[in-house]
């Protein structure tokens, strides 16, 4: 079976820093996209920012110059660097991989359990 596990989260005021990871962990061939996405309080969940296994990345517009993502393959991670935090980042963060756990498989997409990120004003 296959696990993401996430860490990192907390309480931070406005400006300040967190830094999420998120390892992939059992039965794993390869692993494409990782990502982070977020959900807020009633609302939908949100990608946050996409990393390729060459390293390309993709973010979403709100988080562009705040936030960094970065992946280990050797250690099947994932990680987000979070700066500059607003208020409006207050969300769970989730942890996303395609991952295919023998030759030829059909990528399945797995998530972690999820992490509290809140930022006070």
């Known amino acids: 079976q296959v696990q993401l596990v996430e860490s990192g989260g907390g309480l931070v005021q406005a400006g300040g820093s967190l830094r999420l990871s998120c390892a992939a962990s059992?039965?794993?061939?390869?692993?494409?996209?990782m990502g982070w996405y977020r959900q807020a309080p009633g609302k939908e969940r949100e990608l946050v920012a996409t990393v390729v296994r060459e390293g390309d990345t993709n973010y979403a517009d709100s988080v562009k110059a705040r936030f960094t993502i970065s992946r280990d393959n050797a250690k099947n991670a994932v990680y987000l660097q979070m700066n500059s935090l607003k208020p409006e980042d207050t969300a769970v963060y989730y942890c996303?991989?395609?991952?295919?756990?023998?030759?030829?498989?059909?990528?399945?997409?797995?998530w972690g359990q999820g992490t509290q990120v809140t930022v006070s004003s």
């Open positions: 059992g039965f794993i061939f390869s692993i494409g996209v």
């Open positions: 996303n991989a395609e991952i295919s756990q023998y030759s030829g498989a059909y990528p399945f997409n797995y």
